[in-house]
């Protein structure tokens, strides 16, 4: 059985789609499937490039493919190419789309119109998030459902090794919706500085922290990561928008709490574990905020931290896949 994956997404960036489509290859290998992969223009989202339905260079579609995935939260071209082509089954994630494609009204109203039009014509919809769901009107589009991403570093070793210090965390690329120089700039607050930071992620050694309760990791290994996440108590974000949020759920498997800004996919992993706090947009609020919940929260384990973290594990994401794909009538199974 031959599958063909469409994305943007190539193999050199980071991040929740990367992880999601390594294990979505990897599931479609363990299942029989060869896997192709095509990447249109290597990340780069311009109107034209992802926008306008003629045939991106180099793809075609002479083989006989069992399955052709969507994987890309840009929804554009290669929607519009792989629907005007359509004589395969079509699997479509969307990895927040609404966040992507709503930020320009030109883009607004070519989302709508493939929300309205064009995606009814898709076979499945896998929505990272309720808000992406309801972005296509999901409740009257019956081809849609919501799947979110899986996580991979789950914590699984003995609560013994586990230690909390006090310090925070945040793992993730340094992209400008990720807001860590906000971040930086709340943890140079003077009735900040008993509180220490600790910074990871791809492009962060750019930043500059003034106060020495600030450490930059930049890109480090697994191990080292989890040597950090093993010692400490919170994970902080203030991203202005996220799809699902991967990081979040693996800091919470080590039992660290969640301590994040107000945008939908935060406030969805906070009420429906009930652990962490939501942040005010306000850095002064903020500050306030966190120093009167880490007065009252205990550096301890908090054991449905971890049982939260294991409803988005791999397994749990392939049992899902593979059902909502094998109880559809006329689908391929896997």
Avoid at 82 to 93: A, E, G, R, V, Y
Avoid at 132 to 140: M, T
Avoid at 160 to 186: A, D, H, Q, W
Wanted: aromatic share 10%; proline share 3%.
């Amino acid at each position: 059985m031959l599958a063909l994956i469409l994305t943007s997404i190539s193999s050199e960036q980071s991040g929740g789609i990367l992880t999601q489509q390594n294990i979505l290859i990897e599931i479609l290998k363990n299942n029989g499937f060869k896997v192709e992969i095509y990447v249109l223009n290597d990340g780069k989202n311009s109107f034209i490039n992802f926008y306008l339905p003629t045939k991106p260079k180099g793809l075609n579609f002479a083989k006989d493919y069992d399955i052709v995935i969507l994987n890309d939260p840009h929804i554009g071209r290669l929607t519009w190419y792989t629907i005007l082509n359509k004589k395969f089954k079509i699997i479509l994630f969307s990895h927040g789309w609404i966040f992507h494609d709503s930020r320009s009204f030109s883009r607004k109203l070519i989302f709508r119109i493939l929300s309205k039009v064009s995606l009814s014509s898709i076979d499945r919809i896998f929505c990272v998030s309720p808000q992406d769901l309801i972005a296509i009107d999901g409740n009257d589009m019956p081809n849609a459902s919501l799947l979110w991403n899986p996580v991979k570093r789950i914590y699984d070793g003995p609560l013994e090794s586990l230690t909390f210090n006090g310090e925070f965390v945040y793992i993730g690329p340094n992209n400008k919706n990720k807001n860590l120089k906000k971040l930086i700039l709340l943890f140079n607050q003077d009735t900040m500085q008993t509180f220490r930071l600790n910074i990871i992620g791809r492009g962060t050694k750019e930043l500059n922290p003034i106060t020495k309760n600030i450490r930059i990791f930049g890109e480090i290994s697994d191990l080292e990561i989890d040597e950090i996440l093993k010692k400490s108590s919170y994970y902080i974000s203030l991203s202005k928008y996220e799809g699902f949020g991967i990081s979040i759920v693996e800091a919470m498997s080590y039992g660290l709490t969640p301590i994040l800004s107000d945008n939908i996919a935060h406030k969805y992993h906070i009420t429906t574990s009930k652990c962490g706090l939501l942040l005010s947009n306000d850095i002064k609020e903020a500050n306030s905020q966190i120093i009167d919940f880490c007065s009252i929260e205990k550096t301890k384990l908090n054991k449905s931290l971890m049982d939260y973290s294991k409803c988005f594990t791999t397994d749990v994401f392939t049992k899902k896949l593979k059902s909502e794909l094998n109880n559809r009538n006329g689908s391929r199974e896997i």
